[in-house]
């Protein structure tokens, strides 16, 4: 019974990835950019390590490189030291002592917003310069 529960729950994330990936790609964006995380160090913080295991960084990187090439779409893979969360997308200060806990970036510009968000602004900001 463990086995098959395990077995639908790896089905189940397998589908999610498959289906957001095509719904990415679907969109027909001009580029798409994404960090190149460090999940084999993520997974010595034991605080992240079983929420990294669960969510298929790799599985999802390797999906979204294969559709884009079928798909004439231009992946670009962020530095893995590029600041996307850290880095103010009004003014450009990098704030250095953001904690992983910080869920709302605030900077001495005003800037007040979600740290994904920012992060997400930036890595288009990113894509912008390299996209060909």
């Not at 463990?2 to 957001?20: A, D, E, M, P």
């Not at 669960?54 to 004439?72: I, P, V």
């Not at 992983?100 to 894509?127: K, M, P, W």
Request: hydrophobic residues 30%; positive net charge; aromatic residues 10%.
């Amino acid at each position: 019974l463990l086995l098959k529960v395990n077995h639908r729950l790896t089905n189940i994330r397998k589908n999610y990835l498959n289906q957001t990936t095509s719904e990415i790609v679907n969109r027909k964006p001009r580029f798409i950019c994404i960090e190149d995380l460090n999940v084999s160090g993520m997974m010595k913080n034991r605080h992240l390590s079983k929420a990294v295991q669960n969510q298929g960084f790799y599985e999802f990187r390797k999906q979204l490189e294969y559709k884009c090439n079928d798909s004439g779409i231009q992946l670009i893979i962020a530095d893995r030291f590029y600041p996307s969360s850290k880095l103010c997308s009004c003014c450009g200060k990098i704030k250095k002592d953001l904690k992983l806990s910080d869920r709302t970036y605030r900077c001495e510009c005003g800037n007040v917003i979600d740290r994904d968000f920012q992060a997400s602004i930036n890595l288009r900001a990113y894509g912008e310069k390299f996209a060909s």
